[in-house]
Nanobody, 126 residues
Framework: VQLVESGGGLVQAGGSLRLSCVAS????????IAWFRQAPATEREGISC????????FVARSVEGRFTIYSDRDQNTVYLHMNDLKPEDTAVYYC????????????????????RGQGTEVIVSS
């Protein structure tokens, strides 16, 4: 199982980034893929998830209206499109494989996920 994130970088406040998570080594359609973020000295925060079978997805209230999650099943890739970025969005963003996608998993920061990527850093300057 491998999850590889990309797309992070330095952006000014108000800008946009699209993060990608390319999955391999398992049947993509059987799992949820989720994103959480963690800034230095803070708890991990569940951001969004999408369940491949029915495309059911959740987005955290802290980013609702600004972040969108979607997947390309042909490419085994999940994207997190981030608009109107704010300095408080600065963090390392990780994608994980999870068994489900729901509010409980989101509140737990997807800490029950079994695989995680290496992370991609997002820095938003003011």
């Amino acid at each position: 199982v491998q999850l590889v994130e990309s797309g992070g970088g330095l952006v000014q406040a108000g800008g946009s980034l699209r993060l990608s998570c390319v999955a391999s080594g398992f049947t993509f359609a059987d799992y949820a893929i989720a994103w959480f973020r963690q800034a230095p000295a803070t708890e991990r925060e569940g951001i969004s998830c999408i369940y491949q079978r029915n495309h059911r997805n959740f987005v955290a209230r802290s980013v609702e209206g600004r972040f969108t999650i979607y997947s390309d099943r042909d490419q085994n890739t999940v994207y997190l499109h981030m608009n109107d970025l704010k300095p408080e969005d600065t963090a390392v963003y990780y994608c994980v494989r999870d068994w489900a996608c729901g509010s409980a998993q989101m509140m737990a920061g997807f800490d029950g996920a079994d695989y995680r990527g290496q992370g991609t850093e997002v820095i938003v300057s003011s």
